[in-house]
């Protein structure tokens, strides 16, 4: 199964890096969360979701519908 983040990021045409200044999340940081080496905390997960215009819950693979309306 491919991770979300990586998948929300490649459908936007970004790279890490792009993320990364827009976010403030470290790119080494993002690369992890895309493998599934390292879990986003909390925080960082609200700020991802708040940038991809999506719910948590989609990126944790809690729901199918990224819409942040369900």
Same mark, same amino acid.
């Given at each position: 199964?491919? @991770?979300?983040?990586?998948?929300? #990021?490649? &459908?936007?045409?970004?790279?890490?890096? $792009?993320?990364?200044?827009?976010?403030?999340?470290?790119?080494?940081?993002? &690369?992890? *969360?895309? =493998?599934?080496?390292?879990? /986003?905390? $909390?925080?960082?997960?609200?700020k991802?979701?708040? *940038? +991809? @215009?999506?719910s948590?819950? +989609?990126?944790?693979? #809690? $729901?199918? =519908? /990224?819409?942040? @309306?369900?």
């Amino acid at each position: 199964m491919e @991770n979300r983040l990586h998948l929300l #990021r490649k &459908s936007k045409g970004l790279s890490q890096i $792009t993320v990364q200044m827009d976010t403030g999340v470290d790119q080494s940081l993002l &690369s992890k *969360f895309e =493998k599934g080496i390292r879990i /986003p905390p $909390t925080e960082t997960l609200i700020k991802l979701a708040d *940038f +991809y @215009n999506v719910s948590i819950d +989609y990126i944790l693979y #809690r $729901t199918d =519908k /990224p819409d942040l @309306n369900r």
